[in-house]
């Protein structure tokens, strides 16, 4: 009888650890890794770049240290389009954006070697060097 | 002999205990701790971490952002040589006027993008004063020639922003002077020239 209970408590344990291993991203749980931003993408076409807070009983995700694209067609940068961080439009936004879910298209994650990672980290860089 | 004592007036006393108080003021000052942590967005940014770029990384932005302002102020200032160069219907003193001050107004503009992105960078007046003038001699020099081709960046947006407000202006200026360049000569003052009378008809005989 205890053998058998001592095969079923190991058993149990086996099945919870593959569960959770199956089905949870280590390099998404908080604490962990490296810096976690995420991409939103809005059914209107627009995009969002910020840290991401999403939680499922909410129905808003939320997004501080927000950043979004800029049309530089008509400017001479490398590309066609330009980096603008939220906080600067004339109603000065200030602590991030809640989005409605039902307005979401989809949420990725942005590569950190990606042209978007490196804007913002070369902006948080600037940020600190003026701010000494 | 003994009286017999007297009944005690029963009192409603409370007794609470140090323990129980000294928990319940921990958890509240615990939950009050993960409250301001979590409003104020501690957690949040502590969870997720944050990336700053290099002195490397930043160095490659600024070096965009020059090439993306020089890009700009060669694009205006051969747009005013090109109208200059034209035959003008306006004097050539005026001309030139013009388009000389074009040019300068020009110069001027790229000189204060380059210090303003110095100092956005963090550099004082002095130092950014300097670099404003190397990098302006550093890029006439390099005019015309051969460059490399660079990576396309995607700038941080405050250099982002500093070359944006440098096209529109530089485009305000040269589109200005090819404006004035191009206008057509103010013409004499129109002196009133007699118009010729009508004849006044004369009576036609009816019979």
């Given at each position: 009888m205890t053998m058998r209970w001592t095969v079923a408590r190991w058993a149990s344990v086996v099945v919870l650890a593959l569960a959770i291993g199956a089905t949870v991203d280590p390099a998404a749980l908080?604490?962990?890794g490296t810096e976690k931003l995420y991409a939103v993408f809005l059914l209107d076409g627009q995009a969002y770049f910020g840290h991401l807070e999403d939680v499922?009983?909410?129905d808003t995700v939320q997004l501080t240290d927000v950043y979004y694209f800029d049309d530089?067609?008509?400017?001479?940068?490398?590309?066609s389009v330009g980096l603008l961080r939220r906080?600067?439009?004339?109603?000065?936004?200030?602590d991030g954006m809640r989005i409605r879910?039902?307005?979401?298209?989809a949420i990725e994650r942005v590569g950190l070697d990606s042209p978007v990672a490196r804007a913002i980290e070369a902006q948080r860089a600037i940020d600190r060097g003026a701010a000494k | 002999m003994s009286q017999p004592r007297a009944p005690r007036k029963r009192q409603n006393v409370f007794i609470i205990p140090f323990g129980l108080v000294a928990r319940i003021v921990g958890v509240v000052a615990v939950l009050a701790l993960v409250a301001v942590l979590v409003g104020s967005g501690t957690l949040a940014r502590a969870a997720s971490g944050t990336v700053v770029a290099d002195r490397a990384a930043v160095a490659a932005h600024q070096s965009a952002a020059e090439r993306d302002i020089e890009r700009g102020y060669e694009t205006s200032t051969d747009q005013v040589k090109k109208a200059r160069a034209l035959k003008l219907a306006i004097g050539g003193a005026q001309a030139d006027a013009i388009a000389t001050k074009a040019l300068s107004d020009l110069a001027t503009l790229r000189h204060s993008a380059l210090f303003s992105m110095s100092q956005v960078l963090g550099a004082t007046s002095d130092a950014a004063e300097a670099y404003a003038k190397s990098t302006e001699q550093a890029l006439d020099a390099k005019r015309g020639q051969p460059q490399p081709s660079a990576a396309p960046v995607l700038l941080a947006p405050r250099l982002y922003a500093i070359v944006t407000r440098f096209d529109q202006l530089a485009t305000q200026i040269s589109d200005q002077a090819v404006a004035d360049l191009t206008q057509s000569p103010p013409s004499a003052p129109a002196t009133p020239t007699p118009s010729v009378r009508p004849t006044t008809p004369t009576p036609s005989p009816t019979r």
């Open positions: 908080p604490f962990s499922p009983w909410s530089a067609r008509k400017t001479t940068t490398d590309l906080g600067t439009e004339l109603h000065a936004p200030a879910r039902d307005k979401v298209l | -």
